[in-house]
């Protein structure tokens, strides 16, 4: 309760699983798992970041470059070739008509990305919208699967602290909701709780959803017939934690590269714009 009222420093589900952890008598376990998920996040954010900041410095200084050919190179070359009656380069042309384009259309382009983000967070603070833009998230092929994958792993984790503390299945699911939150991973954990109760197996009502890893719903399935449903969920949770580092890491490594290769390709673009016409002057003048 003392967390709830601080939202802007614990956040949500951190929270919820504070209070699972408080019903279970299995606090010092839940703290410890949020402390790693945290450094977790803080080691991936740190990485992602380093493997933006070198594309970022080339972005800021190459635009800066651009600007400068664009309002004083560009236009000599051009009134050049006007006044010889011949026609720039395509890439000249397309680099100048960026350009233009920017130049006309970049604040509505701007004023326009700023409302579309307003617009998709008031979307999210509605459920119904909200549920929308989840089933949209999990449709896209990697993204989806890793976000399928993070939820799937912190209410596995959640249930097996709580029945490992001696909460029965329906206890643990209904204090698992505030952890699972409010949207289709918490709607998943609600209709299980009420079906559970009704002496349906979990794994059997887990399995019609399809925002949960079927990984995971299998296992939960041989714990429930071996008996050792906690050992299986924590089996489950830390196996989708591995491939989730795994999947991050890949990405984070790939993504430097890709950036790089990216602005690369720019500066050729760019490149080519300006000296084609200087070559071409060149020979004009010849």
């Not at 042309?93 to 409302?115: D, E, F, H, V």
């Not at 059997?204 to 969920?233: F, N, Y």
Request: net charge neutral; proline share 5%; hydrophobic share 50%.
């Amino acid at each position: 309760q003392a967390m709830a009222g601080l939202p802007d420093v614990f956040p949500s589900v951190y929270t919820g699983m504070v209070r699972a952890g408080e019903t279970s008598g299995a606090l010092e376990k839940v703290l410890l798992r949020i402390a790693d998920h945290a450094e977790s996040a803080a080691r991936l954010q740190a990485k992602v970041q380093g493997a933006l900041a070198y594309p970022a410095i080339m972005a800021i200084i190459g635009s800066g470059i651009v600007t400068f050919l664009l309002a004083y190179v560009v236009p000599q070359v051009s009134r050049v070739f006007v006044e010889a009656g011949h026609s720039l380069p395509l890439p000249t042309r397309l680099l100048m008509a960026t350009g233009q384009a920017l130049s006309s259309y970049g604040p509505a382009i701007l004023l326009m990305a700023a409302a579309g983000l307003l617009a998709a967070r008031t979307m999210w603070g509605r459920p119904r919208s909200r549920r929308r833009m989840e089933a949209l998230l999990l449709s896209i092929p990697w993204l989806g699967r890793l976000s399928r994958d993070v939820q799937t792993a912190r209410v596995a984790h959640t249930l097996a602290t709580l029945i490992g503390g001696g909460v029965t299945v329906v206890g643990a699911l209904a204090a698992c909701r505030p952890v699972a939150g409010d949207g289709l991973v918490g709607d998943a954990v609600s209709k299980a709780e009420s079906e559970v109760s009704e002496g349906r197996p979990l794994a059997s009502s887990l399995e019609a959803s399809a925002t949960l890893s079927p990984m995971v719903v299998d296992m939960i399935r041989v714990g429930e017939k071996s008996s050792d449903l906690e050992k299986m969920l924590t089996n489950a949770a830390v196996v989708l934690d591995e491939e989730v580092r795994l999947r991050l890491d890949q990405a984070a490594s790939v993504l430097e590269p890709t950036i790089v290769v990216a602005m690369a390709a720019v500066v050729l673009f760019v490149v080519l714009a300006i000296l084609l016409p200087v070559f071409e002057m060149n020979q004009l003048v010849g």
